[in-house]
């Protein structure tokens, strides 16, 4: 009796424990984290709550360094390094950002490889087969072995990653960043290759789409002519990057236009998804001419996909050699994005196509064999093992041909056996953009730029710069195939080697601007040049607003401060609608309007086109393009994938052809002019309006609430999440804040005698949502306001708000 | 005055077991507490409610306290918990029944060995 009654406590109290330490699925609620686990006080999330932003012992023994590194954390927990070389420099960094932002750093490294299944389970299946056939670890493989081609390439990565994997190696679990907790699972060894996938990450953010596939189903439905009408390669009207006036001093290399080839008519049923509008980024440099002070100033703002934790951190690294100061994305040493001291630089990307879809001919359904050039080439096999938690591991097998990763076919989005489509890319090169950027963090002059950034191929990005000295400059570098007119814009042959690639334009061949005439460079992802340019080139996702906007302030700005800048960075004015608008307002027939549906008429009307967060009249235009886009576009909805022309080519369409056959609705038996789309899709903005109005009584639909700017939590988590945040802009505009992709990083510095720089970023530097720095810059990025720059050339010792912590070799 | 007794030395215990073990030593200690004075089951249950709860309690208060609920309150909401109390009160209960079963646990384990005796009244 005694016996079964301890028999019985203990079962149920042991039973009980293990229970609460595993993670369960609880109905209504989903799964959830192992709770005794979690909800432990000494070990649990509690201690991830975090009383004083830093809490680092203030010494600590390394035995890898080989002298005493000194790290000043500012009160914004900003570190700036200090090292007596470069082993020691990159091991303080890689510890220092894990102490931010481990968890952050190893789950973009798990996105890259298409891991995620692996935290967060068979969600994310598709999600990782999609990412694995892309080919980015593949990429990175092939990355990686050609930076191991010189020992000194991999020797800085590896610091880096001793450096992150000393401070990993210190953690117990009540230390692991909450998501370990709440996810259930524990930090792994970083390493070399990780920080090559995050380059590739970034090359499939900034490079990994195109419209190829969906190009070919637009000619096959609507005709070459239509399609070259709606999507003309360089319309009239652009702002390019490179001035037009530019002289280009060299003789091209010749591309070879095969006599005979032919565009491919058909249907795909699949495409790459599209990149979210809004994507781009801002920078430009004045001369110490138009200035004030008489120096140089850059500015830079990358627009990118909002995330909690930011995905920049910032900091100083300092050793002989190098003094920086930028931020960089956790996992990739160096700075990325900022300033040393002699140049300041800043990048945005510069989109191309360099991608290409080839349909391949397989002998059979083993796939073993496919046909080219009239014989059967062997295909390859890549084996991808995607480990689920909580279920089976699930294998995929991707083939290869000598183009790349056959990403579609029947095991994957599409039903036909004879449709197979190998992706050309150059992301998936063997390729060393870090060193780049290692380079760049020590450059001295504009003039040694030139040789150094040719390792930055994937993904291209304009790089402006300003110098101490007083130059500036815009390079656009990438790796960027050569093309015959119109090559692989659309679906190719892949049977046929006349489609091949006939190699890449070489370096020295690379668009660039020194010190021109006008005083200013800019870029703002718009189209490098005009049709001048001796190369042909394809660029799908062009802007054509925010840099005219940039260009005509620039122009017009003389006696330049820091303050005029920060103004322009800050900029809401909406080109877009002041084009469109005006076309709009006039063609709506206000005879037809019932007294009662003139409010959105009549706020329109007296617009000044700015979108700051509190007017309602940027909410009324938003909708009332999209509708109007929606009404006028929608004979491009349909089954198989298209996309729609962009929004220059449809203020073109309203201004200079209003008789044309896209004003007609597809769904009605009317033939509907322009004026029947302009007047209905008014109507449907006061109904959407009404709408909104109903769902939120609480709120006007001012801008801010009304666009809802939000930076999501990496898993989407929303109580890590903000929303909500009172901030104007959009896509197309100087200030790019849309719902979900705007400014990511603020950058502003006056290359004078003594530096002068401001930044802000939508974030905070610890990657904690339990510490006060998880979203301390927030509120001021999102007003528009900057913290100021310290650079410092020697160990600030003595100042009350710095903290100093030192990572000694071991004492013998 | 053994149930103080008891109820101290888990207290102590699990304070002392969780800087060096993982959570799931709360019932070790309780365990052990529940098994080293002889009193009732009802009384080493208690103790073992009260000396896990409280010392988990206090903590819990403190670091919500002190981080100003920075943490609790999220947790709170991802818990689908409307108010951060329901999540420290929850957490708390969560350390009690480990400690009130595993204190029982402790006292069945006594018992084995015990002869039949029957105690004083207020032991």
Sequence with gaps: MKFLRFLLSFIISAGLILFLNQPAYLPGIGDIPPTGKVLDPFHGFWQNAEKDPLDLEITLNHPELSEEVQILYEKNLIPHIFANNDYDLYFAQ????????????????????????????????????????????????????????????????????????????????????????????????????????LLKYMADDLSGSDYDLQ????????????????FPDIPEG??????????????????????????????????????????????????????????????????????????????????????????????????????????????????????????????????????????????????????????????????????????????????????????????????????????????????????????????????????????????????????????????????????????????????????????????????????????????????????????????????????????????????????????????????????????????????????????????????????????????????????????????????????????????????????DVLFGSYLATIDSIQNWRDKHPETEPVWYQFKNTRLMHLTNLSPFSLTRIQTGGNKHIVNANGPTWGTSWRLIVEMGDRIRAFGIYPGGQSGNPGNPAYDSFVDDWASGRYFKINFWYEPVLDQDDVITFRLSPLNE | MKFLLKFIVIGILTYLFEQFFPWWSIAIAAFLGGMIFKTRGLNSFLAGALGVGLVWLWFVWRIDYETDSILTAKIAMLFQLENKNFLIAFTVLLGSLIGALSAWSGYNFRSLFEKKKRGGYYS
């Excluded at chain 1, 020797?155 to 990993?168: K, M, P, T």
């Excluded at chain 1, 190009?215 to 709606?230: A, H, I, Q, S």
């Design chain 1, 94 to 197: 890689g510890y220092a950002t894990a102490y931010h932002r481990l968890w952050q750093m190893e789950f973009l490294s798990y996105v890259a490889a298409g891991r995620i299944s692996e935290i967060l389970g068979e969600v994310a299946l598709n999600f990782d087969r999609r990412q694995r056939r892309k080919g980015l670890a593949y990429g990175a493989e092939n990355s990686l072995k050609k930076l191991e081609e010189d020992e000194i390439n991999i020797r800085f990565l590896e610091a880096y990653a001793d450096g992150v994997n000393a401070y990993v190696s210190r953690l117990k679990y009540k230390d692991y960043p909450v998501e370990y907790k709440l996810l259930n699972y524990r930090p792994e060894k970083w390493t070399p290759f990780k920080t090559i996938l």
């Design chain 1, 215 to 230: 190009n070919t189903n637009m000619v096959t439905l609507f005709g070459k002519e239509r399609f070259d009408f709606l």
């Design chain 1, 238 to 675: 652009i702002d390019p990057i490179i001035p037009s006036d530019t002289k280009w001093n060299f003789d091209p290399v010749e591309v070879k236009t095969p006599q005979k080839f032919s565009i491919r008519t058909k249907f795909s049923p699949v495409a790459p998804e599209s990149p979210e509008e809004g994507m781009g980024s801002n920078n430009w440099a004045v001369s110490p001419g138009k200035t004030r002070n008489g120096y140089a100033i850059l500015c830079n703002d990358p627009h990118l996909r909002f995330a909690m934790p930011s995905i920049w951190y910032a900091q100083q690294l300092k050793a002989p050699g190098i003094n920086t100061y930028g931020v960089t994305i956790p996992g990739l040493p160096g700075v990325l994005l900022g300033f040393n001291d002699s140049i300041a630089w800043g990048l945005t990307n510069a989109p191309r196509d360099l991608r290409d879809w080839y349909q391949i001919t397989f002998k059979s359904g083993e796939k073993e064999e496919y046909l080219y050039d009239g014989k059967w080439l062997k295909t390859q096999k890549r084996v991808e093992d995607i480990k689920i938690k909580g279920n089976n591991t699930y294998t995929d097998t991707v083939i290869y041909t000598h183009y790349g990763p056959v990403m579609y076919d029947d095991t994957y989005a599409i039903d036909s056996s004879r449709m197979n489509f190998s992706l050309r890319w150059t992301a998936h090169n063997g390729s060393r953009e870090i060193l780049m950027i290692y380079h760049l963090n020590r450059v001295n002059n504009i003039f040694e730029i030139g040789d150094m950034i040719n390792d930055f191929e994937c993904p291209p990005q304009n790089i402006a710069v300003a110098t101490r000295q007083g130059d500036i400059g815009m390079f656009i570098e990438g790796k960027f195939p050569l093309r015959w007119k119109e090559q692989g814009k659309f679906l190719m042959d892949g049977s046929d080697p006349i489609y091949e690639w006939q190699g890449y334009i070489p370096d020295a061949h690379d668009a660039k601007v020194i010190n021109p005439s006008r005083g200013f460079v800019s870029s703002a992802n718009q189209h490098p040049f005009t049709e001048d340019y001796p190369y042909y080139y394809y660029n799908n996702t062009a802007e054509y607003f925010r840099n005219r906007r940039i260009n005509e302030k620039l122009s017009t700005l003389t006696d330049i401060t820091i303050e005029e800048m920060m103004l322009l960075q800050n900029d809401t004015y909406h080109l877009l609608a002041s084009e469109a608008l005006p076309l709009i307002l006039d063609g709506l027939d206000t005879t037809l309007l019932q007294p009662d549906q003139f409010e959105i008429y009549d706020n329109l009307r007296n617009w000044n086109y700015l979108t700051e967060p509190n007017q309602v009249s940027p909410s009324y235009f938003e909708v009332w393009w999209n509708k109007l886009y929606e009404f006028l576009w929608d004979e491009f909805d349909r089954e198989i994938p298209l996309v729609k022309p962009n929004d220059f080519i449809t203020i073109k369409i309203l201004r200079d052809h209003p008789q044309d056959s896209a004003f007609d609705r597809v769904d009605t038996p009317e033939k509907e002019n322009i004026a």
